[in-house]
């Protein structure tokens, strides 16, 4: 059951990774390595019940903060000196 | 009951991986930056709740599913947060939304 949506998660991460390759302005890429990210999240979770090991969810907790932290931080680089 | 539980499980994971593929297929042909936002809001709310759901009902009441929880609800704090200040940079940037009736006036909010 889990396997269905390890591999609905993964063609989704295809598409994303179209959108971050053609993407025409940065913009667009840096929201396709969000949707990566959060994608990367669940099919971290689904990868631990596949395996039958759910202690794959600390590290989605883990990468779920780091997904906002690296997004924010590209964000400021863009507009420097305003708060 | 268990039957009863799996086939639940089943149904909100299908659906969830049905989200899933639909936002992104939003993030890929929606013509803007802005209408691109909503693509992959759609995988960030409905795809990973039903998903979490799903996995939520196959643990039962376990730290499994308090971490679950704790996932679901560090997204829906985070992704709002994320796709809102893209938008704002997107905006200072210069980035005009697609407009077919321009009802702003030649005036779009965050730009002085």
Not at chain 1, 48 to 71: E, H, K
Not at chain 2, 15 to 39: A, S, Y
Request: aromatic letters at 8%.
């Amino acid at each position: 059951m889990f396997s269905v949506g390890l591999i609905a998660v993964l063609v989704s991460l295809v598409l994303a990774m179209v959108r971050a390759i053609m993407g025409p302005s940065m913009f667009d890429r840096v929201l396709a390595a969000n949707s990566t990210a959060t994608l990367a999240v669940l099919s971290l979770s689904l990868l631990g019940f596949v395996t039958g090991r759910p202690d794959f969810l600390d590290i989605a907790i883990l990468y779920t903060l780091l997904n906002l932290v690296g997004t924010i931080a590209v964000l400021k680089y863009f507009h420097p000196g305003e708060s | 009951m268990a039957i009863f539980i799996d086939i639940l499980s089943w149904a909100s994971i299908i659906i969830g991986g049905v989200f899933c593929i639909i936002g992104m297929i939003g993030l890929m042909r929606l013509p803007d930056l802005f209408t691109r936002l909503h693509g992959s809001s759609v995988t960030d709310t409905l795809g990973a709740g039903f998903l979490i759901f799903g996995m939520a009902l196959q643990s039962g009441l376990s730290l499994t599913t308090a971490k679950l929880i704790i996932i679901f609800g560090l997204i829906l704090l985070t992704s709002p947060v994320a796709t809102h200040a893209l938008a704002q940079a997107a905006l200072h940037a210069g980035i005009k939304p697609k407009l077919t009736v321009d009802k702003t006036g030649g005036h779009i909010a965050g730009e002085d």
